[in-house]
């Protein structure tokens, strides 16, 4: 089963975050979007046309984020968009950050 067609499910505070290795692993499956450089953090930025564009699509994630329990840091301008994800509950990334950046591409077909 593809990351996109995946859940996020909760997890639990005291949850060890991935290691590195897991998360570089993971992160194949979302080529488009970056590590940090400790993998602790998922990024992409995104290109639009114009502000309504831009607009859409962070309202597009932001109905996403509320669907799957998952809140990403989003920022955006006239023609961006960047998303930042990781797990906040264990300070680090979790597979479901990286099942919400699939998800994230697929609902907005980018």
Known sequence: MSLSDRRCVPCNKGEPPLTVEKARALSQQVPQWTLSEHATRL???YRFDDFQQALAFVNTVGELAEEEGH????SFGWGHAEIEIWTHKIDGLHQNDFILA???DARSGL
């Not at 809140?71 to 989003?74: A, C, G, L, V």
């Open 43 to 45: 990024r992409r930025r």
């Open 71 to 74: 809140h990403p840091e989003i």
């Open 102 to 104: 699939a998800r994230i």
